[in-house]
């Protein structure tokens, strides 16, 4: 394994923990919160992230999307989302930690390397640990390295994506603050 300093798999580490202390900040009435990404609550937006560290430890095996079939569809909360995120977080964090950089990843869309795995995980955490704080009255200042990071990345990226289902559209934002710019840039309001 090699991790360079400062690229998306030495990061997601700290951007899981910045994710997991929301989950564990989520008030007993907060579950069924809307967040920013209109069409989820609160739960919903855990249970995504949750499936996609589900998923982590498959792929970084070498198991294809068929191979993994449809096990963490639905529902993967349970009657403890803060537990099910700490399990899934947990398997997710080792297996990154054992993939090698020129492994393969199988995703939906093809074959990609480990490093962009790392970039579009990396991405999802950062992005929605602000979804989550904003939708769960928590703070939602972000880890500034990772935050920097993910705006490099997806400012080069966002125009590739625009009319997918994968993102809103960009919105106009004012700020100088990179979270915001980040924020504004994957269609959110700041």
């Known amino acids: 394994m090699t991790m360079t300093q400062g690229s998306a798999r030495t990061l997601i580490p700290a951007a899981a923990r910045e994710f997991g202390a929301r989950v ?12 920013p990404c209109t069409e989820w609550s609160v739960r ?15 792929l970084l095996r070498g198991e294809t999307v068929e191979q993994v079939g449809d096990r963490y569809d639905g529902d993967v909360l349970g009657e403890n989302p803060v537990a099910a995120w700490d399990t899934a977080v947990t398997a997710s964090l080792a297996a990154w930690e054992a993939a090698k950089d020129d492994d393969t990843v199988h995703l939906s869309f093809g ?61 106009r934002t004012a700020s100088d603050d990179i979270q915001d710019q980040l924020i504004a840039l994957v269609g959110r309001r700041p």
């Open 111 to 171: 074959d990609t390397s480990v490093e962009e795995y790392a970039e579009q995980m990396l991405t999802d955490l950062v992005v929605h640990a602000w979804d989550l704080a904003r939708g769960a009255g928590l703070d939602d200042r972000l880890d500034p390295r990772s935050v920097r990071h993910v705006w490099e990345y997806a400012s080069v990226r966002v125009p590739q994506w625009e009319g997918s289902s994968m993102l809103a559209p960009p919105v």
């Open 44 to 58: 919903d937006l855990v249970n995504h992230l949750v499936g996609e560290h589900l998923w982590a430890p498959h």
């Open 24 to 35: 564990h900040g989520v008030p007993p009435d907060g579950w069924t919160a809307p967040t």
